[in-house]
């Protein structure tokens, strides 16, 4: 188990994961003025949890085998497409989730519907930039306390 702690690159993204959830239950309560201790284990919302945690991964990466590393190189990209995933096709299903709900609230009469459909699924662009942001600050922050 001491190996596994030692390993900045997985130990790093998932503290950021960890502080970034807490973000969200600190900004929901901020803006609503309720505790939803659910956005803790929640997706979508400000900021990005996925994004944080795939920058915080490439800056490590970054940071402690260089940039012009074959690791570096597989997580930029592997960011891209969780970013991208984020603000694009969950956020997609999102909108239409709310859609079809608000379709089955006005037709519900002949819809046999068990629950909801889950709506805060994706990011907007800002929340996705915010996470990116905090995932890269959260990484040269803690590298230099790893070594």
Same mark, same amino acid.
């Given at each position: 188990?001491?190996?596994?702690?030692?390993?900045?690159?997985?130990?790093?993204?998932?503290? $950021?994961?960890?502080?970034?959830?807490?973000? +969200?239950?600190?900004?929901?309560?901020?803006?609503? +003025?309720?505790?939803?201790?659910?956005?803790?284990?929640?997706?979508?919302?400000?900021?990005?949890?996925?994004?944080?945690?795939?920058?915080?991964?490439?800056?490590?990466?970054?940071? $402690?085998?260089?940039?012009?590393?074959?690791?570096?190189?597989?997580?930029?990209?592997?960011?891209?497409?969780?970013?991208?995933?984020?603000?694009?096709?969950?956020?997609?299903?999102?909108?239409?989730?709310?859609?079809?709900?608000?379709?089955?609230?006005?037709?519900?009469?002949?819809?046999?519907?068990?629950? +909801?459909?889950?709506?805060?699924?994706?990011? $907007?662009?800002?929340?996705?930039?915010?996470?990116?942001?905090?995932?890269?600050?959260?990484?040269?922050?803690?590298?230099?306390?790893?070594?």
């Amino acid at each position: 188990m001491g190996n596994l702690l030692d390993n900045l690159w997985l130990c790093i993204p998932l503290i $950021t994961w960890f502080v970034v959830q807490c973000l +969200k239950v600190l900004f929901e309560l901020l803006r609503y +003025k309720k505790l939803n201790i659910k956005r803790m284990w929640g997706s979508g919302g400000m900021p990005s949890s996925h994004s944080a945690l795939v920058c915080s991964l490439s800056a490590s990466i970054g940071l $402690t085998e260089g940039i012009d590393s074959p690791a570096f190189a597989i997580s930029v990209a592997l960011a891209a497409i969780v970013m991208y995933d984020a603000a694009g096709v969950r956020r997609a299903a999102g909108k239409q989730a709310r859609i079809l709900n608000q379709i089955i609230e006005s037709e519900g009469k002949n819809i046999n519907v068990q629950e +909801k459909l889950i709506e805060l699924l994706g990011h $907007t662009p800002i929340e996705v930039y915010v996470g990116a942001l905090i995932g890269i600050a959260m990484a040269f922050a803690l590298v230099p306390l790893w070594k």
